[in-house]
């Protein structure tokens, strides 16, 4: 099956800091989503995004299909940015997402 | 508007004993998943339902079973619970309208298995 690489698996950071996660993925795929799970385990999606680039206030997201990859970017952070990001993807006519191991982010204030 | 809503919150079972975890949603979606969330690990997909009266299989299947009667309702069952099951399930829904492709997730059912 499909393999989904997320790094760094682990990531500290300073409150207002930059940062970009980064999602690898073996195959083409059809559907690219990424998710935040806060430290109270509730998983939340930021972004649909199979191709190009969207932005949602600080966050923004970009993915090269054709590179087979995609990256998070997070801006000026805060501390209830914290938690662990997921990255899931969806093979064409698979109907289902197979989710990354996930980069864990902590925002020190 | 609840969105997913999932029973119970938390579980304990002896090993061997029985147990249905109940998903709701009532966002009128055709697709639903069930998840399992281990440690250290994403989520493995265990069975999913694109429509009442459907289910399929996903990653990991072996030991569960599944059940869509009703369109906003997705049963996870376990039939003879094994230490191996310890974890949290996630069900989730999802949006698919256009260019909207959204998963919507339940706050998750803790169960362990001594």
């Known amino acids: 099956g499909i393999q989904v690489e997320q790094s760094p698996p682990d990531l500290i950071l300073q409150e207002g800091a930059n940062s970009t996660l980064r999602c690898n993925f073996s195959d083409s795929v059809n559907n690219l989503q990424w998710f935040h799970q806060n430290p109270w385990g509730q998983l939340i999606n930021l972004f649909y995004?199979?191709?190009g680039t969207k932005q949602n206030g600080r966050l923004s997201a970009t993915t090269v299909a054709t590179e087979r990859y995609s990256l998070l970017y997070i801006s000026s952070s805060q501390t209830t940015d914290s938690g662990v990001y997921f990255c899931?993807?969806?093979?064409?006519?698979?109907?289902?997402?197979?989710f990354g191991t996930g980069t864990r982010l902590t925002i020190i204030p | 508007n609840a969105g997913v809503t999932q029973t119970p919150k938390f579980r304990v079972l002896k090993t061997g004993q029985s147990m249905t975890l109940l998903c709701a949603q009532d966002?009128?979606?055709?697709?639903m998943y069930w998840y399992r969330q281990d440690p250290g690990m994403g989520l493995r997909l265990i069975h999913y339902?694109?429509?009442?009266?459907?289910?399929a299989k996903g990653e990991v299947p072996d030991g569960y079973n599944v059940s869509r009667l009703k369109k906003q309702n997705f049963l996870l069952g376990l039939e003879s619970a094994a230490p191996s099951q310890t974890s949290v399930y996630f069900c989730?829904?999802?949006?698919?309208?256009?260019?909207?492709?959204?998963?919507?997730f339940g706050p998750g059912t803790r169960l362990t298995v001594l």
């Open positions: 899931a993807v969806e093979v064409f006519g698979n109907e289902k997402l197979t």
């Open positions: 966002m009128n979606h055709e697709y």
């Open positions: 995004i199979p191709s």
């Open positions: 339902s694109v429509g009442e009266g459907t289910t």
């Open positions: 989730a829904s999802l949006r698919a309208q256009g260019e909207i492709y959204e998963q919507f």
